[in-house]
Nanobody
Framework: QVQLVQSGGGLVQAGGSLRLSCAASGGTFSWFIVGWFRQAPGEEREFVAG???????ASADSVKGRFTISRDNAKNTVFLQMNSLKPEDTAVYYC?????????????????WGQGTQVTVSS
């Protein structure tokens, strides 16, 4: 059973940066595809970025050029570096993992979820 524990997040002013971490235990982490999702109040949970086993990445248009996903398989950890943050990035962020070969953008494709972490960007 894979467990994902998130850290990072918090309150930052617009234009600032934050880094989220997602540490995994209980499985062979390098086999998993990992995605980051976010959910703002009253909104659906949406795909932010994902990284494959080989390190290929995909991201939502809304964060392209600002957010970077990376992984350190030796540390069983995936990171989401968020730069040039905007108030509309305010949400609870979740990491998620799935077996398979492709980064998928549908939340229903992911089997394991982190606990969520709040990111608040003030204007």
């Amino acid at each position: 059973q894979v467990q994902l524990v998130q850290s990072g997040g918090g309150l930052v002013q617009a234009g600032g940066s934050l880094r989220l971490s997602c540490a995994a235990s209980g499985g062979t982490f390098s086999w998993f595809i990992v995605g980051w999702f976010r959910q703002a109040p009253g909104e659906e949970r949406e795909f932010v970025a994902g990284i494959s086993r080989s390190g290929s990445t995909a991201s939502a248009d809304s964060v392209k050029g600002r957010f970077t996903i990376s992984r350190d398989n030796a540390k069983n950890t995936v990171f989401l570096q968020m730069n040039s943050l905007k108030p509309e990035d305010t949400a609870v962020y979740y990491c998620a993992a799935r077996s398979g070969t492709a980064v998928l953008r549908s939340r229903s494709s992911y089997e394991y979820w982190g606990q969520g972490t709040q990111v608040t960007v003030s204007s």
